[in-house]
Every structure is written in structure tokens, then in C-alpha cells.
């Protein structure tokens, strides 16, 4: 989301094509070629998702049902599954200069906004997720995606004028101008410039990062149609806050840097091909003591607050709108591959003793490290793209997005000679072992080919471990509670969704009472036709053990999904107790249940609090 932009009229020259060296067997020939266009007066709206739709790739979907061909005879229902997600959007990743017109590993970028406008649907807007991934030194801290720029001058001036302006023509050509195009700027760049500036490459890649980054939004700034997201690594990677507040800070520094300023940008794309969860469902706070310490003080989580990226994303809404970018920025998390689903994912909370035995039990997480990120073994696909996604209000989503397309490969997993820069990674070697994982061994997959090929094995497992489940949805999406840019009170009134937490803001602070009082509120969050969700909030009104609240629901309603809560019966008189977790609260906290139910959404529920 973002603030609004003036309409501007653009003149761009021509640019080279793509990579001669390069086979470009897929090399579009509609209107390729750099353009001299305008981009028309548009809207730029605050969430691009909102009320659209989104892009298919036909070539990722052809992997997908050829891979399906090849699982037929020894595990149909696979197949099945594999063929029943092959229709989701991905992102389409510009990874080098011959992308843009097609190379021997896919069609150019006029093909894939070709094609986003035969899927468009009448006027409803559709959008394309294109992954802008170039820069000069390119994964300074890492092998398996160095790219073809060297961090140099030069690198840096082909950057700008083979690249950046390359795309950027592209976007502006009128063909498109009802296209949202959605753009993932520079996965991992300015994090890497964080966390890792002793690094001798990433050092030598710093000032070009910071300059191609800034070059990238002043360009794409002037285009309506295009809408920018900054990537912002992980929750694993920046969640600390000796990392989370220099990254903002840089963040800030380099859009300030802009002449566009903070309207270059709609918001931060998390978990970029990365595995994290979109929550820890069974470890919701950080802060819960075990064996006398905080379950954040483990070795899975070192002292991190931020466990998944649910908690990552609010804390990078609340911190940038801090340093001045608008209010109404928007999140949006890559859950391709975050799902661990599968046999050994928790289903309850579980007791232990220690720390490191309570996270074990209860993460979802199952890698051997949070810095593991090449091709995770236990891995599946996780939340499916959609805009609007509910239950998060501090974290402002716009949507979940399959940036990294699930099935092409993070790195090799031997030494693989290639034309591409593309280096091999022991992170991505199923046998190695490092002090940088707590001395784990990677959790990488075998038999790997170079990142950003297909690799079946891989799908299938992704595919195997979906959570949710192939055949099962996403909890519905809330409302549309984007606002409309341009007025002044943008800023000032901030994004309605943050409305859903006033619901239990300020005006629920409870003096202290006897321990074992409590009082509970439930509200319905979201409706549709036939159905609804609702949400409770139990108060402590003295110190709670836990807690069971008890209502009526109205003849034909009936609860068909209910998490965080333990719930005796499905219709009627329901009572629901806590799952442990959010079952201990000091006089004056507040836990959560939430469901969803068929039938008409109840009006003005009473509910009942009985604590002990
Ligand atoms: C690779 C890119 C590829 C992308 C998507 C990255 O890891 O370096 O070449 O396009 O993944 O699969």
C-alpha cells in the first residue's frame, strides 16, 4: 500500500535486449524491444490485491503437470494434489538482464503481461508479481544466487541501464497501464547489508545495493500501474532488535535517498524463498517461562522475540511507520514453502521441562536452524496466495504471495557448472555441517540442481507437506479495509484495519481483581454469504491458571473451524476452554480463541467467563 503518486507522463528510449550469448528459446516477439510510451493517469491504490486477481504462470504450471505425468503410476493421489495446486500464481523472477526478453529458462517479461491480460477477467484488475533480482555482486553472503553484474561501476551503470530501465520501459508501455504490476525489489540486498557488513563482498557490495535499490524506486515510482515492495528478509534474519532497528533505519536512508521519497513504496515483502512460518501456532508467546526462562532464550529462537512472521511483520509495520513511511504500507509474506505439514508437525500444545524440550516439541519450524534457507527437507507449501488476509490486523498484510515459485531449486547441491555467476553453496549440501547452524547439518535435500531450476523431488515433498493440506483453504480473507489514496487524512487516519485491535484497545483495561475473574467479548471479524468468522478475547480480570467461556449461538449456526481453543460441542450452548498457552494470564492480559461457523454471523453474543 502506499500514499498516492501524481500521474506522470514518462518518456523512455529504447533499450538493448536481452543477453546475445544467451539461448533464448522462449524470447518473446510481441513488441519485444524497449518502448517510448506513456503511462496514463491511473489509480495507484493503497492495496493492489484488494479486489484483483492474480497472475498464472503457464510455464510453472506445465512444470507442475509434468512433474504430476511423472508421479501417475507410483503415487496417483500425489499427482492428484500436485495437479490440484498447479493453477496458483507464482512470481515471475527477472533473475538476469536475458529474462527480460526470454532466455533458455523461460519467456520474456512482455509474455507474462501478455498473458496477465488474456487471464484478465472483464474489468476486475489483475495483478503480476515480477521479482526484481539483479544487483551488482548479487547475494554477497551467500553462492548459489550470485548474479551476472559485478559490484563495480560498470555493474552498476549496466544495472541501471540494461535493468532497471529495461523493466521499467516495459511497465510503461500502454498495453499495460491496467496491469498492477507488483514488484519484490532485490530479495536479501539491503538486509545483507545489515547483518552482514564485516563480510568482505558484502562490503564491496554496499554502495551499489544502496544506489541500485534507490535507482529501482525513483523509476518504478513513476508508474502508477507498478506497485514497489522492499524486501525485508525474514523473522529469523532480522527479528532481533540489535537487527530489526539498523534495517529500518536503512531501509529509511535509502528511500530518503530517492527523489520520490517514502511514495516509491507500497509496502515489505517477508520470507522471500524463505521457510519461515507465517505463525508458531502452539508457541504464541515469546515471552512464556519454562523451567524458569523465557522460551524465546532457547537455541532455536536466541533471545529473538520474533518467532514467526506474523510477529516479524508487525514489528516492521509499527517500526517503519515510526521512521516515516506511511501509514498505509502493506505486508505481504512469501508462504510458498513455509507450510510444514506433514506427520511430525504438533497438533497441541505439549509440557516439557526445558526450554530447548518445550520449543522441540512445540515448534513448527522443523529445521535444524533458523538460518537454514537451501532447499529445507520437511518443507511444504504453505498458505495459499490471497489478498487480504485475516487475523493479523497489527501486521497490515496485503497478501500472501508465492514469490518463489515452489519447486525451483535454492542452489545445487554439488558443484554444477553454469553461464550465470551462479556459484555452488555448502548451505546447500545435504552433509555439511557449520558453526553458523549451532553446528547442525544443513537440512538441504539432495540431488539439487542450480537454484532457480526445477526440481521435482522437491515439489513432491512440498506438495506432500502443504499445510494447509491440498484440498483445504486458507481462513477466509477479511474485508477490504484498504482506503483510498491521495487525500490528506491518508496518513493521518492510518489503515482501518488497525480498527480491528481498537476493538480491544484501551477501553478493556480492567482493575485488578481476584484471581480466577475473568470476562470475555466475541466479535464477528468477518462475514459472507452463509458464513462467518468470529473472534473471542478472554480478559483477566484477576491472575488466571486458565479459563473456560461459555455461549449460545443461534439455531442454524453451526462452528466448523475453531483454533487457539478447546471446544466442547459445535452448536448451541458452546463452551470452549484454553489450550495451555493462552490459558495462564496476569490479571489485566487478554487470550484469544477465534472460529468460523455456517449459518447467518451471530448478532450481540453474551459469553461467559469462568476462570481458575
Ligand atoms: C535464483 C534465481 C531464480 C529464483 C526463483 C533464486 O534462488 O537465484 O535464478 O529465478 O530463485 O526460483
Not at 387 to 410: F, M
Not at 471 to 491: I, K
Request: charged share 20%; aromatic share 8%; net charge negative.
Amino acid at each position: 500500500m502506499a500514499a498516492s503518486r501524481l500521474a506522470v507522463v514518462l518518456a523512455l528510449t529504447a533499450c538493448t535486449g536481452g543477453d546475445s550469448a544467451e539461448p533464448s528459446d522462449f524470447a518473446s516477439t510481441s513488441n519485444a524491444g524497449g518502448a517510448s510510451s506513456s503511462a496514463s493517469v491511473d489509480g495507484h491504490v493503497d492495496n493492489p490485491f484488494a479486489g484483483a486477481t492474480m497472475y498464472v504462470n503457464a510455464q510453472w504450471s506445465a512444470q507442475v503437470e509434468e512433474t504430476a505425468s511423472d508421479y501417475e503410476d507410483s503415487d496417483p493421489d500425489l499427482a492428484d494434489d500436485m495437479r490440484a495446486v498447479a493453477s496458483e500464481p507464482t512470481g515471475v523472477w527477472m533473475d538476469r538482464i536475458s529474462a527480460i526478453d526470454g532466455n533458455a529458462d523461460g519467456p520474456g517479461l512482455r509474455y507474462h503481461l501478455d498473458a496477465a491480460l488474456d487471464q484478465q477477467d472483464g474489468d476486475q484488475p489483475i495483478t503480476v508479481t515480477v521479482v526484481v533480482y539483479d544487483l551488482p555482486g548479487r547475494d554477497c553472503f551467500a553462492l548459489a544466487s550470485n548474479g551476472e553484474l559485478p559490484a563495480t561501476d560498470e555493474g552498476l551503470e549496466r544495472y541501471e541501464t540494461e535493468y532497471i530501465d529495461a523493466l521499467t520501459a516495459i511497465f510503461a508501455s500502454p498495453e499495460y497501464e491496467d496491469l498492477r504490476i507488483v514488484t519484490v525489489l532485490e530479495p536479501d540486498s539491503l538486509p545483507n547489508l545489515v547483518t552482514n557488513s564485516s563480510d568482505a563482498n558484502c562490503q564491496a557490495a554496499d554502495p551499489y545495493y544502496r544506489a541500485g535499490v534507490a535507482y529501482a524506486l525513483d523509476a518504478f515510482a513513476s508508474l502508477p500501474n507498478v506497485y514497489t515492495y522492499i524486501d525485508a528478509a525474514h523473522s529469523g534474519w532480522l527479528g532481533w532488535d540489535s537487527n530489526s532497528g539498523p534495517s529500518v533505519a536503512l531501509f529509511a536512508s535509502v528511500v530518503e535517498s530517492t527523489e520520490a521519497g517514502f511514495d516509491a513504496v507500497d509496502g515489505f515483502v517477508t520470507n522471500t524463498a524463505n521457510y519461515t512460518p507465517t505463525e508458531e501456532t502452539y508457541l504464541a508467546d515469546a515471552s512464556l517461562q519454562v523451567g524458569g526462562q523465557e522460551i524465546r532464550s532457547g537455541s532455536f529462537y536466541e533471545w529473538n522475540y520474533d518467532f514467526d512472521e506474523a510477529d516479524w511483520t508487525a514489528d516492521l509495520y509499527a517500526r517503519a511507520v515510526a521512521a516515516g513511511f506511511p501509514s498505509t504500507i502493506g505486508m505481504v509474506i512469501d508462504t510458498s514453502r513455509n507450510g510444514w505439514g506433514g506427520d511430525d508437525r504438533p497438533t497441541e500444545v505439549t509440557d516439557a521441562s526445558s526450554v530447548d524440550a518445550y520449543v522441540a516439541a512445540n515448534k513448527i519450524d522443523a529445521r535444524t536452524h533458523r538460518g537454514a534457507w537451501c532447499n529445507q527437507s520437511g518443507a511444504g507449501l504453505g498458505l495459499r496466495p490471497q489478498a487480504l488476509p485475516s487475523g493479523y490486523p497489527d501486521s497490515h498484510l496485503d497478501a500472501y504471495l508465492w514469490v518463489k515459485p515452489p519447486g525451483e531449486s535454492d542452489g545445487s547441491s554439488e558443484e554444477i557448472d553454469n553461464d550465470e555467476g551462479k556459484s555452488y553453496d555448502l548451505m546447500c549440501s545435504p552433509s555439511y555441517s557449520t558453526e553458523r547452524l549451532g553446528g547442525n547439518t544443513t537440512g538441504a535435500l539432495a540431488d539439487a540442481p542450480l537454484s532457480g531450476k526445477w526440481f521435482a523431488s522437491q515439489f513432491a515433498e512440498l506438495v506432500a507437506n502443504a499445510y494447509p493440506a491440498v484440498g483445504e483453504e486458507n481462513p477466509p480473507a477479511r474485508e477490504d479495509d484498504s482506503v483510498e489514496l491521495g487525500s490528506a487524512e491518508d496518513s493521518a487516519a492510518g489503515d482501518s484495519s488497525s480498527d480491528a485491535d481498537d476493538a480491544w484497545g484501551e477501553d478493556d483495561a480492567v482493575v485488578a481483581g481476584e484471581s480466577g475473574e475473568c470476562s470475555a467479548s466475541l466479535e464477528v471479524t468477518n462475514s459472507w454469504q452463509g458464513g462467518f468468522q468470529a473472534n473471542v478475547v478472554v480478559t483477566a480480570v484477576g491472575d488466571l491458571a486458565g479459563w473456560e467461556v461459555s455461549f449460545d449461538l443461534p439455531t442454524g449456526v453451526e462452528i466448523d473451524g475453531l483454533w487457539n481453543g478447546d471446544s466442547s460441542g459445535t452448536s448451541g450452548a458452546v463452551t470452549v476452554g484454553d489450550v495451555g498457552w493462552n490459558g495462564v494470564l496476569a490479571a489485566g492480559e487478554t487470550g484469544e480463541f477465534g472460529f468460523t461457523g455456517t449459518g447467518d454471523a451471530p448478532d450481540g453474543v453474551d459469553v461467559e467467563c469462568v476462570g481458575n
